[in-house]
Nanobody
């Protein structure tokens, strides 16, 4: 069992920045991959970014150059630094832990980009 707790969401103006955090109950280097997903109203959940146990990262094209996924292994926390935010980034953002056998999800944190 892996418990995930996201935080850091909120309301931000277009062009602004936010940093999301995902604290895990298990060592993140022992988890195959940690992902961020998002779900906008009326849309399917969308993969946003991944950081693997080895530290490799990948991103959906729409956030490349604007979002950065990182981790603090001492704190067992994964981050999503979001910059140059756009209204279309508005969504509930979810942290996901891929253990290779089971996927675990956090409760989500709302990000709203609006003037």
């Amino acid at each position: 069992q892996v418990q995930l707790v996201e935080s850091g969401g909120g309301l931000v103006q277009p062009g602004g920045s936010l940093r999301l955090s995902c604290a895990t109950s298990r060592s993140i280097v022992a988890i195959n991959a940690m992902d961020w997903y998002r779900q906008a109203p009326g849309k399917q959940r969308e993969w946003v970014a991944t950081i693997t146990s080895s530290g490799s990262t990948s991103y959906v094209d729409s956030v490349k150059g604007r979002f950065t996924i990182s981790r603090d292994t001492a704190k067992n926390t994964v981050y999503l630094q979001m910059s140059s935010l756009k209204p279309e980034d508005t969504a509930v953002y979810y942290c996901n832990a891929n253990t290779g056998v089971v996927y675990y999800w956090g409760q989500g944190t709302q990000v709203t980009v609006s003037s």
